[in-house]
């Protein structure tokens, strides 16, 4: 609804209040049936006036205008408010995908849940541009994911691993609200330090790790995993590219990949952030 159509809507009201104020004002007055039209046509236009600025308020409008109160609720949400200020060119994509989710009946929250996959790539596009602190901050829920969807689902955890589509009513079971608010946050940090990082460079504290070192302390990782789950499971996780379907038990590969970001996220700052930046982008 539109302010004008708000005071258009107001007009009976106007036309009553200007009546009742010219009765206050004019009642010990004799005035002329002309002398009365005209006090009565500037109250009720002064009152539509008023009527009219008051619907052009932002509380008015996101009272009367639910468009418009959609449209504030989605601004104000965490993730899409990092999308419109650090990563607009992908802010399209991310239009598209909520309104094909709401299309199908989810509420925002619902379908932000949906679109989970979507904003995991996106956030690990930007991981190499992203501080430690946010690096770490992904790897952390990368392996709460993992944790919860092996609970439910190994061939899911599998699927989250390979970059591969997950069953929504799996992504539904397995996550609960404060993971969910964990992944956000995870997101969020990625695409605002990235954007600071592309821009500005190394974050303050920060320290570029040398790489002999880190693949140094990778093997060691390597090592110990292969002692406790065997150097075939190791293998099969220590990869970029993941066949559609395990050819190890998923379960196993699961345990693994939970059990090396665990292992990264117990080294030095500085190199546990690098080896999530490796290990996960």
């Not at 009553?16 to 009765?23: D, H, R, T, V």
């Not at 309104?99 to 991981?127: Q, S």
């Not at 061939?155 to 589509?165: E, G």
Request: charged share 20%; hydrophobic share 50%.
């Amino acid at each position: 609804m539109s302010a004008l159509d708000f005071a258009l809507l107001l007009m009976p009201l106007s036309a009553a209040l200007a009546g009742f104020i010219l009765w206050i004002t004019s009642r010990d007055e004799v005035l002329g049936d002309g002398a009365l039209v005209v006090r009565f046509t500037l109250l009720a236009s002064l009152a539509t006036l008023l009527a009219w600025s008051a619907g052009r308020s932002e509380a008015v409008q996101l009272r009367i205008n639910p468009a418009l109160r959609a449209q504030r609720a989605l601004e104000s949400q965490p993730v899409y408010a990092a999308f419109q200020q650090h990563l607009p060119g992908e802010l399209p994509a991310l239009q598209e995908a909520l309104l094909e989710r709401t299309r199908n009946g989810d509420a925002l929250e619902e379908a932000f849940h949906h679109i989970r996959p979507m904003l995991a790539r996106v956030a690990v596009e930007r991981l190499g541009f992203a501080d430690h602190a946010a690096r770490l901050a992904w790897g952390r829920q990368e392996a709460a994911t993992l944790r919860a969807l092996a609970g439910v689902d190994p061939a899911a955890c599998y699927a989250t691993i390979a970059s591969q589509p997950v069953d929504e009513r799996t992504l539904d079971s397995a996550f609960s609200s404060g993971m969910e608010t964990q992944f956000q946050q995870a997101v969020v940090a990625v695409l605002a330090s990235g954007d600071h990082g592309t821009r500005n460079g190394l974050a303050p504290g920060d320290q570029v790790v040398e790489i002999g070192a880190m693949q140094d302390e990778y093997r060691v990782i390597q090592e110990g995993l292969v002692s406790r789950l065997g150097a075939d499971v190791v293998a099969a996780i220590s990869t970029k590219t993941f066949p559609a379907e395990p050819r190890l038990p998923a379960g196993q590969l699961c345990e693994a990949r939970i059990a090396q970001l665990e292992a990264i996220l117990e080294r030095p700052r500085d190199m546990a952030a690098t080896l999530v930046d490796a290990v996960l982008r």
